[in-house]
Structure formats: structure tokens, C-alpha cells
């Protein structure tokens, strides 16, 4: 301090430089050991040629009670002189690492571990100048810019130089010219090559959720980080800072538009001696401008709090992705790999997920595997391939939809829970606002960026307007959010997975309709998901006990109800290891990957099958993400063919295929002893059966359908179909009556009906076009069903009228046979039937 050194000497500040001069000197974590903790820092700072020294404030209170009262009371006081102990460490120690060129090189000081963490509500004035830590969220980061620390000015009346003028938080200049013959005050130069800058960056930092209290809106503030510690802190990043509190004027207070004028205008109408009770608002009105001050936070460490364990202090590296390989210590190790090595341990790791949650152990699975993801891959022309999973579940209500996603987001370190309805397109993506002190545009991240590398979990999915859904279709599968605004064009990162849960259309879930009618979301999101979920909340004795008395049991003991086999830090750990392995397919899981999607795409295809959403390449990329992460639960280096069946099968019994309900026909077969009753000579017809893999349910019971209409008469077996075999056949029948009602109209002649046994006549001649049948017992069969439900479209459904029963032929007296009569009457649709 050059301009100051001969008027003003701080004798207790310069006692506190050599105590911690000392300090470094002699402090060892082992007082039997020979080796100085903090040369071995200096070491680290000459490989990383860093200028910052940290130091570990749990070592200064071990060393001297004193000091660390000292510095922690009056950080700000003591701070320049803490600078130079450590400038003066490192000359002593490694003399090289400051250079001849630059001998003004500061050391800077950086102080972590500091026993007392502060919420930022508790950040007062009374912390003003105390060395303090606070934790926070980062919303907002700024440019990194220049910085003037200490001007150097050039007096342009005498050519004086003054150089060390030290800032007070906005552009100084010296009071007075030092030379006694010159009295400038106004005139000066700043000598920019003799000055000293420094990097530096503002950053918002807001409360994180689990301090806001009842009733409270989240409180921010802004941080100053200062030299090499800037860019270390993300927007989305639970960080601790450790610095001090200083006040600094509020600019936007000060240039408030409108306000100057304002107070002057009330100024000179202050005359009025009635004025005078208007208190404190006054003040402003006088034009009293500078008591608009803030609080400000200047960091000197930053420590990235990730939930594991407290990570390195030291700078993160800036281009590489934040998840390449974080560093365990060995007994962690031995503890994941004693998981492993458990019996039944990946039961017991599904059981640990969500341990409050009774069953759905199929959620559970894809949570988990969500949590271990894929592995990112970039081709050869820089396209990223992305590896997260994305996971919807829908539900009917109390299904336990949102304790997955509540659970899932307290379990990631970089996670965000939202909900559908109350987010917009800009708040999910990014927004561009202004800087309130420059006026210059910036993005301000939104949830999506900010669960950046973690998950994103999003609840009532399905009430999200439209154009806030499409927003996120570039974010779940090229994992970027685009940005054209303002004059800002930008691609940022978003390599998150998704979380959703979303309601039925109805309220209930339907089982007899696919799963694109159940939900309201577009078909382009859904075939984004690389899992849908249905669960279905169906009454059964068994099941309502179980969860009903775990519920009891959790209210009752609370944690002690609960007996995960692994804990929630064990489960953090072990998916932590298991996300740095990159397995590799084998040749086996491969040639497996490729046969299984054509298999699905074959059903795909299927007549009559309705899957939920197409299968299409980004099913098969989802078989091959879900096969590495099942490789990573197990701790493999290679992906096998074991893994891939696993993935196969999760994804079929994820809703592609909807369950549907069965249909009990047994009260309109026909009684007659002639199945085949002779219209279908030859003919022949497709077994549904044969045809596609989803009717099973379907299967003919009685192959000559030999029972009798009552429910009290009928000998045989009961006949039951398929819901999805009903529609088909019922969409089938009444687009050919329609199709002949309306030939009948162009032409003017014929039967506004047909008759039955031309109807099914048809239907099996084109069924037997496919070729698929094998035998005449699948034929009467076929026919049976046909017969059945014509009778219940006629009875029950009423889709389906008798224009003429076909009695009118039989001789006077002679009773007619129920089967011929029925295969003679004429059908028609119902006027009032739409076809879906």
C-alpha cells in the first residue's frame, strides 16, 4: 500500500500476518510426521500454476485459538495481510513460482471447511466483515470480466505518478496530487499496464428449497467471485461459498428513471408546511440519494456440494462433462463391491429405491435404471447420441405417482421437481432477461438447465398447454434447448432425463382403449419416453392389506417401519461408481438388439394390434440405453445377452402392448350342431390367433360351439374373446355394411342389408387371403365367434339392426331352425352408430 504506507501502520493486523506466517510454516496434521502440510500445497499450486493457496480452516483453529478468532471476526480488516503472509510463504519456500517479470504477483488466499454453515436468510449486517460460509442454489451466472483492483494514475497537471490506488467497489481516483507544489484533484490518467486486474464474475445465488420457511418467497443474492475461482460455479449447482459480507451502493436504486425529477418537483412544492408528516419517505423525496444501499457476497472459495462428500476445492476442469469419473477411496470400494457381492442384490436394490412406497417393484426397476442411464456417445461428426432415460408414468390417482418423483429428486445432487401446469415453455427451457445493471440481455436457466446432468422430474405432465410441451421436445431427445431472442442466439445444454407422471384422461384408466386415449400427450412424446408406466388402481383383498398396513406402520414408527437392505448413502454411492463404467456391447447382444426390434416392429404391423405408440429407431436406441444400464447395476464392463433379454422384456411389459379386457360371449352362441353350417365350404380363414401374439386371451374355447343360448342351457365351455378382437371384427362388419348401404343407394337396387350369411361369408374370404389358417376346425371356429358377436352387436352393443328376420320363406305350420333363420335375416347398421 505505497500511497498509504507513510501515514498509517496496523500493528494488530501485522501481528496477525506473522501468527500466520507462523502458521504456515509449521503446521503438520500429524505432529510426529517431518512433512509441512502446506508446502505439499505449494507443490499443487506450482502443477496447476495456480496463485491461490488453500487453506483449511479446521487447521488454523487446531493451530492458534487467537488467529482464528482474528480472522474470522474481522476477515475483511485482516484480508491484504493474510495475502502477503502467503506471499511471503512461497518466496521463502519456492522462490521460482513468482517470476522475475512480474514481481507484483499476489498470492491469494482461500479458506474452506468452515465449521459453522450459514443459511442466507442469517446473512445480516452484523455479518458485515466476518469470514462466514453459505449455501445456495445457483440461478444466474454472469460474463466473466475485468476488474480493476489497484489503479495507477499519472497527474496531468505535473506528471506525478501514484500507483496502489486501491478501489472501494467502483472507479477511485486519488483525492489529492502527492506532490506538494500541484493541487490537481480532477485531472488523471489511469496508467493501464501499471495497474492491477483480476478476473471476475457475478453470480445469483437463491435459498434452496428445504430452507425457505412457511410462507416465505425464496431470498437471493448476488456473489462476487473473484481471480481463478470464476466458472467454477454452474447455474444449477448446490454450491457453498466461503467469503465475507460487504455492503455496496444499490446503482438500480440510484438510477431509478423518473424518481430525480420526482423529488425535485416535491422539493420545490415543500413550502407547504402540512408536508411535514410524511416521515421518513422524505428522505428520498430530498433527494437523499445515498442511502440506497445492498448486501453483496465476495467469495474466495467455492465448493460444489454434490451430496457424496465434500469434493476438491480446487477448480473443477472447465471443457470436460462434470461426470467423468469422480474419485472414490478405497474402503468406498470395498463397500460397493461387498453390495455386489450380496445374494439377490439387485432385489435388494430395486427394494431400496422409494423404501416408503409399497410394491411396484416395475417402477422401482426403471427408476433405477433412469438413475444409472445409459452411456453418452458422440459420433464421428460431433453428434451427441444421448444416454439418459426418460421414464413417464400414468396413473390413476393415489397411485403414489408423485412420492417416485419426490423421492427421485431428493436422491440426485443436480435435480429439479416441477409441475406441469404451473410451468411455462421459457421457466422449463431458458428465458432471456435483462441484467438489471448493465442493460445488457442474458439467459437465465430454466428447470431443464438446470437439472443439467441430473434428473428433471415433471408432475401432472398431462396438464401442460401444448406449445409449453413442444418446448421440451429438442430437450428430450438432441438433449439442447435452442435459443433465438433478442439478439442472443444460443445453444445450451440440457442432458437431463425426464421424470413424468401424468393422470388419465378420465380420471380411471381404461383397459379396453390403447394407451394414446388414455392420455392426453401427443404421440411425438410419447415415443420419446424410452418406458411408460401404467399403474392401475384395481380393489383386491390381498394387496389393499399389505399396503394398507404398511402405511399404518410408517405412520406409526416412521423410519423404523422401514428396513431397506441397502441405505440411502449406500444407494447414492454404488450408483455414483456404476455411472463412471462404460460397458461395451458384445457381438451376441448385438445380433440379439437387432433381431428383438424386428420382432417389434413386426408386431408393430400386426392387423388389429394397437400398441400404445409405433415402434420406431428410438425404441430400438431405448433397448440399447436400458442394456447398458442393466450392465452398469451389475457392475459389467460388457454388455451381454443376458442384459439385452432383461431390456426386451422391460420394454414390453412397459404399456406398448395395453392390456386389454376380455369379453364374455357365452350367452349369444348359437345352439346348433353344424358349426360349420355350410357357407363356408373351403373357404377357409385366418386364426386370429396365428396372426398376432395379443390375443391370446382370445383363443376359441369351443371349437363347434356347441352350447345353447340361456345362461342355464348351454352344456359347453364358455366362449371368450378379447376386447381387441371384438372391435376388429366389429369395425370390419360395419364398414362393409356401410360400404354396400351405400352402393345400394348409387345403384337404386338390391337389399338396403345383407344377409347374415353373406356378411360372414365375406369377412371370411377376406381373412383368407392372409393365408394363416391351417385347418377347417379354425374355420368353424372362426365362424362361431363371428355368429356370436353379430348377436351381440344386434342385443346388447345395438350397433347392429334386423331389417328383415328371414322367416317369411319357411311353410305355413312348419316351425323354422334357429340357425337357418338367423343366417337368413337381412342386417343393417344402426343410423345412430359413428364408427371411432
Known sequence: MDSY??????????????????????????????????????????????TTMFIDFSHV???????????????????????????????????????????????????????????????????????????????????????????TFKCLECGNVIKNVEQQFKYTEPIVCTNALCLNRTRWALLRQESKFADWQRVRMQETTKEIPPGSLPRSMDVILRHEIVEQARAGDTAIFTGTVVVIPDILALASPGERSESRREATGRQNPAAGHEGVRGLRALGVRDLSYRLAFIANSVQISDGRRDSDVRNRK?????????????????????????????????????????GHQEIKRAILFMLLGGVHKVTHEG????????????????????????????????????SGKSSSAAGLTATVAKEPETGEFCIEAG??????????????????????QVAIHEAMEQQTISITKAG????????????????????????????????????????????????????????DYHIA??????????????????????????????????????????????????????????????????????QLEALIRLSEAIARSYLELQVEKRHVSVAVRLLKTSIISVESSEIDLSDFQEETHDGGDGHDDGNGGPGHNGAEPNTTAAEPVSGNAESGMGTGSHQGKKLVISDEYFQRVTQALVMRLRQHEESVMQDGTGLVGMRQKDLIQWYVSQQNEKNN?????????????????????????????????????????EEPRESSSRNERILAVAPNYVID
Do not use: W
Open 318 to 358: 472447465k471443457d470436460i462433462v462434470d461426470d467423468d469419473s469422480p474419485q472414490f477411496m478405497a474402503d468406498e470400494l470395498d463397500e460397493i463391491q461387498r453390495m455386489r457381492n450380496t445374494p439377490d442384490f439387485f432385489n435388494k436394490l430395486v427394494d431400496s429405491i422409494a423404501p416408503t412406497v409399497f
Open 488 to 543: 442472443i442466439q444460443a445453444t445450451l445444454n440440457a442432458r437431463t432425463s425426464i421424470l413424468a407422471a401424468a393422470n388419465p384422461t378420465g380420471g380411471r384408466y381404461d383397459k379396453s382403449k390403447p394407451l394414446k386415449y388414455n392420455v392426453a400427450l401427443p404421440p411425438a412424446i410419447l415415443s420419446r419416453f424410452d418406458l411408460v408406466y401404467v399403474m392401475i388402481d384395481e380393489p383386491d383383498d390381498q394387496t
Open 383 to 418: 453428434i451427441n447420441l444421448r444416454g439418459d432415460i426418460n421414464v413417464c408414468i400414468v396413473g390413476d390417482p393415489s397411485c403414489a405417482k408423485s412420492q417416485f418423483l419426490k423421492y427421485t429428486s431428493s436422491i440426485v445432487p443436480r435435480s429439479v421437481y416441477t
Open 5 to 50: 504506507s507513510g501515514f498509517f501502520i496496523d500493528e494488530k493486523a501485522v501481528r496477525v500476518e506473522n501468527i500466520f506466517l507462523e502458521f504456515l510454516k509449521s503446521f503438520k496434521l500429524d505432529p510426529s510426521s517431518t512433512e509441512l502440510f502446506y508446502e505439499s500445497e505449494i507443490e499443487a499450486m506450482k502443477s496447476k500454476e495456480s
Open 447 to 468: 428447470a431443464l438447465m438446470l437439472a443439467d446432468n441430473g434428473v428433471c422430474c415433471i408432475d401432472e405432465f398431462d396438464k401442460m398447454e401444448i406449445r409449453d
Open 773 to 813: 389358417y391351417s385347418s377347417m376346425e379354425e374355420v368353424k371356429s372362426e365362424i362361431a365367434k363371428i355368429k356370436a358377436i353379430i348377436e351381440s352387436l344386434i342385443r346388447r352393443e345395438g350397433h347392429l339392426i334386423v331389417v328383415d328376420d328371414g322367416r317369411q320363406g319357411t311353410a305355413e305350420g
Open 549 to 618: 398396513h404398511h402405511i399404518v406402520s410408517v405412520h406409526q414408527k416412521h423410519e423404523d417401519a422401514l428396513t431397506p437392505a441397502f441405505t440411502t448413502a449406500q444407494l447414492k454411492r454404488y450408483i455414483a461408481y456404476a455411472k463412471t463404467l462404460k460397458p461395451k456391447l458384445s457381438s451376441e447382444a448385438r445380433k440379439l438388439l437387432v433381431d428383438s426390434y424386428i420382432d417389434l416392429r413386426r408386431g408393430d404391423i400386426a392387423p388389429g394390434s394397437r400398441v400404445a405408440y409405433r415402434m420406431t429407431v428410438r
Open 61 to 151: 483453529m487446531h493451530f492458534n485459538n487467537v488467529l482464528q478468532k482474528a480472522i474470522s471476526e474481522e476477515y475483511l480488516r485482516f484480508e491484504p495481510y493474510l495475502k502477503n503472509a502467503c506471499k511471503r510463504f512461497v518466496m521463502e519456500q519456492k522462490p521460482t513460482l513468482i517470476a522475475d517479470d512480474n514481481p507484483n504477483k499476489d498470492i491469494n488466499v482461500a479458506f474452506y471447511n468452515i465449521p459453522l454453515l450459514k443459511r442466507l436468510r442469517d446473512l445480516t449486517t452484523a455479518e458485515i466483515g466476518k469470514l462466514v460460509s453459505v449455501s445456495g442454489v445457483v440461478t444466474r451466472t454472469s460474463e466473466v470480466r475485468p476488474e480493476l483492483l489497484q489503479g
